[in-house]
């Protein structure tokens, strides 16, 4: 009787772990663009499938990929972010940071995601060569094309925040 509560209790106490475990990564498959936007968004996997998807070649670490995802600037885009003519002024003050699940956080100026600006290209991946990224990268990861070093290519972006530079009086 004692080994048969006993085997229950740990399986329930595995059940609940796993139903934790599962819940917490479900509310980790989300990316948030927020902070001196318009219009806020909080987007899933589902959500950037839909979006207009952008492949590019990068290199890291001496190795080649494909990354598949949305451009970043279509993102900031949605959240009403200024773009190209409209990208002038105050609005170069903004500073995009882009935070992974792991608190890893990189700052960019907001023209470099612009094309008005650069010809480089930044994407919100989910894929890379044609399968779902790796759990160490998974579920989204910003890659960039052209970067000599890929120190910026957040892992597990969980949010991509602008802040704006110029001082409110």
């Known amino acids: 009787m004692r080994i048969a509560t006993t085997t229950t209790r740990i399986g329930a106490a595995i059940a609940i772990v796993l139903c934790m475990a599962t819940i917490a990564f479900a ?3 989300t990316v ?4 001196d936007v318009p219009h806020p968004l909080t987007l899933s996997a589902a959500d950037l499938a839909a979006m207009p998807r952008r492949t590019i070649t990068a290199s890291a670490h001496q190795l080649s990929g494909t990354w598949e995802g949305v451009e970043v600037r279509e993102l900031l885009a949605r959240a ?3 773009s190209g ?3 002038r002024g105050r609005a170069l003050a ?3 940071v882009v935070s992974g699940a792991d608190g890893y956080r990189v700052v960019f100026g907001i023209a470099e ?3 008005a600006f650069t010809d480089r290209v930044a994407i919100l991946a989910d894929r890379k060569d044609g399968a779902p990224l790796a759990a160490n990268a998974a579920p989204f990861q910003l890659v960039m094309t052209d970067e000599k070093r890929p120190a ?3 892992r597990q972006v ?3 925040e602008v802040v704006s530079l110029v001082e409110t009086k």
């Open 27 to 29: 509310q980790t498959e």
């Open 32 to 35: 948030s663009v927020k902070g």
């Open 80 to 82: 009403g972010v200024p």
């Open 85 to 87: 003519e409209a990208l």
């Open 94 to 96: 903004l500073a995009v």
């Open 113 to 115: 995601f612009d094309p």
């Open 152 to 154: 910026r290519w957040v």
């Open 158 to 160: 969980v949010a991509i």
